[in-house]
């Protein structure tokens, strides 16, 4: 099955930084990748995601990049903001009719004043 | 729309006891998961169901049952619970194909003394 390999585990940046979190996944039919966020206490919610035709993304401060040929992609958060600390997971998935998503083992983001 | 929603929000059983974990979305959603989260093991997909009547198991499903009698209700099912299935549950929705977006519920802390 597939395996997600998720890195660093925990990262801490000044506000005005930028965050990068990197993962890896290990099947070559997955191809669609998405990125959640979790705040303390809450349910994950996706941020961004991205699909195995498109090499990039961006939404305002986020973007993700994916290379297939190297099966990693990685998020990256620019101009960091205190409201950005939480719990990063990211997640690979076949999404061939369902969406049986394999998750990494999350990096805890810690954005100092 | 209240999304996904789980009760209850927190419980404590003693071993071997029994218990269900509800979960309900109101989004016409064909996909309904369960992960388990542990601290350091990110999020573990225990059953899914790709609709009414269809369940399979993933990643972690020993000492749970599920049943999908409707769309939109996936409850979870503990029979003799165990001090390892200390855990927060979370419920998830989907509509492949559509979009692969899962939408997470807020979650149930369990404690199993």
């Known amino acids: 099955g597939e395996n997600v390999e998720q890195h660093p585990s925990t990262l801490s940046v000044q506000e005005g930084d930028s965050a990068v979190i990197k993962c890896t996944y290990s099947d070559s039919a997955s191809n669609y990748f998405p990125w959640y966020k979790q705040e303390l206490g809450k349910g994950p919610q996706l941020i961004i995601d991205?699909?195995?035709?498109?090499g990039e993304k961006k939404d305002q401060r986020i973007a993700v990049t994916l290379n297939k040929t190297a099966k990693h992609f990685s998020l990256h958060i620019t101009e960091t903001q205190p409201e950005d600390s939480a719990v990063y997971f990211c997640a690979a998935s076949k999404a061939a009719g369902y969406s049986t998503l394999t998750f990494g083992k999350g990096t805890m983001l810690l954005v100092s004043p | 729309n209240a999304g996904v929603t789980q009760t209850p929000k927190f419980q404590v059983l003693k071993t071997g006891q029994s218990m269900t974990l509800q979960c309900a979305q109101d989004?016409?959603?064909?996909?309904m998961s369960w992960y388990r989260q542990d601290p350091g093991m990110g999020l573990r997909l225990i059953h899914y169901s790709v609709g009414a009547g269809i369940t399979d198991q993933g990643e972690v499903p020993n000492g749970y049952n599920v049943s999908r009698s409707t769309t939109e209700d996936f409850p979870l099912r503990l029979l003799s619970a165990a001090p390892s299935q200390t855990s927060v549950y979370f419920c998830?929705?989907?509509?492949?194909?559509?979009?692969?977006?899962?939408?997470f519920g807020p979650g149930t802390r369990l404690t199993v003394l």
């Open positions: 991205i699909r195995s035709n498109v």
């Open positions: 998830a929705s989907s509509r492949p194909g559509l979009t692969d977006t899962q939408y």
């Open positions: 989004m016409n959603h064909e996909y």
